[in-house]
């Protein structure tokens, strides 16, 4: 069975499944949907947690060992599983199926994975498990979902934030719902009990120091490549997280996207990306430095450094972004990690 994120509560109230999988490129989603999952089951007296990494082979001996192994005095347990590939082979589509029909009644099993495609909701092995569990994919959320997200978070940080301040958090964190998180428990630390607007806000996402991330976004869009490294270096040694800085560059990666397409969308439409006219001009001119496609291959690049981040990948961060940062700066040069 297929549900959303908003049906996961209603769903566990009436009772457990034997397996979910739950399939979202954005950890935090994954992190909620998870939570409630747990707390349902630690209602429902599962006390014992293994965790497993697989690839897409999906197979693995302890898994196994702990499939088999069944005793009168067993524990129940969760087998939280963690799926590095986005797609099971054939091999590893037949192993899943397997420890599907491996479970018991003392047995969860919770699958975790980066988004599945849709042809995948087409193959057999889907087909066979669906109405053996819940596959939950988590979309990212939708303006308004994203606005009553922060409304409860907030409240669950309890915490005194205007609609100024709010109005900041949603536009400068634009839908990265971790480094919005991260600012609330950064404000709670700085503000425990005092009301906070949109100044509070600002100092935190543009913090004291030599630059800021507006002048990083200055800096690319202007096509000062040297400075605009200057500038991420200083931002990291300032010890703002990467996270943020990412999201930010990403957000201008968005609208040169957009604006290098044909037609270019009308000011009416441009709203809707949070872009205002008064910027308009100085995006346009960015934007014509590369044709469409040679910016839409720099979301290779974000996508890469931002699995590396969430450790789904190993890797340095800070080398991809700073590859990043230079291809969106450079005038005529596409430096893109090629995927």
């Known amino acids: ?27 935090v989603l994954q992190e909620e949907a998870l939570s409630l999952i747990l707390d349902e089951a630690q209602k429902n007296g599962f006390s014992e947690k293994q965790n497993f990494v697989l690839s897409n082979q999906f197979d693995d001996d302890a898994l196994w060992q702990s499939l088999h192994n069944r005793s009168l005095w067993q524990q129940k347990k969760i ?18 199926l397997e420890c599907l029909r491996l479970l018991n009644s003392d047995t969860l099993m919770v699958i975790q994975s980066l988004k599945l495609e849709a042809n995948q909701y087409q193959s057999a092995w889907y087909k066979s498990s669906d109405a053996k569990g819940v596959f939950l ?3 990212p959320l939708t303006e308004k979902e994203l606005q009553k997200w922060l409304q409860d978070k907030i409240k669950a940080f309890q915490l005194n934030i205007d609609t100024a301040g709010v109005h900041a958090l949603l536009t400068n964190f634009d839908g990265n719902l971790l480094a919005a998180k991260n600012a609330l428990h950064t404000l709670k630390l700085a503000y425990k009990e005092t009301a906070i607007g949109e100044k509070e806000v600002l100092a935190l996402i543009t913090p004291q120091g030599d630059y800021t991330i507006n002048q990083l976004t200055d800096a690319i869009l202007q096509a000062q490549g040297t400075k605009a490294e200057r500038i991420l270096q200083h931002l990291r040694l300032q010890g703002l997280e990467i996270v943020l800085i990412l999201w930010t560059v990403l957000r201008e990666l968005r609208l040169l996207t957009l604006l290098s397409d044909r037609p270019i969308p009308s000011d009416q439409e441009l ?17 014509q430095r590369l044709p469409n496609l040679q910016w839409k291959k720099l979301f290779n690049t974000a996508a890469a450094c931002d699995k590396i981040i969430k450790g789904v990948e190993p890797g340095n961060p800070w080398l991809l972004l700073s590859q990043l940062v230079c291809s969106m700066s450079t005038a005529n040069t596409l430096l893109a990690m090629e995927m």
Do not use: C, E
């Open 1 to 27: 069975m297929k549900i959303n994120l908003a049906q996961l509560s209603p769903s566990l109230s009436r009772g457990l499944s034997s397996f979910y999988w739950l399939s979202s490129d954005d950890s």
């Open 79 to 96: 087998l939280l599983i963690h799926l590095n590939a986005g797609k099971l082979t054939q091999k590893g589509a037949g192993h899943f």
């Open 137 to 139: 994919p988590l979309w």
């Open 271 to 287: 709203v809707s990306y949070r872009l205002w006219p008064q910027r308009k001009a100085i995006l346009l001119q960015a934007a």
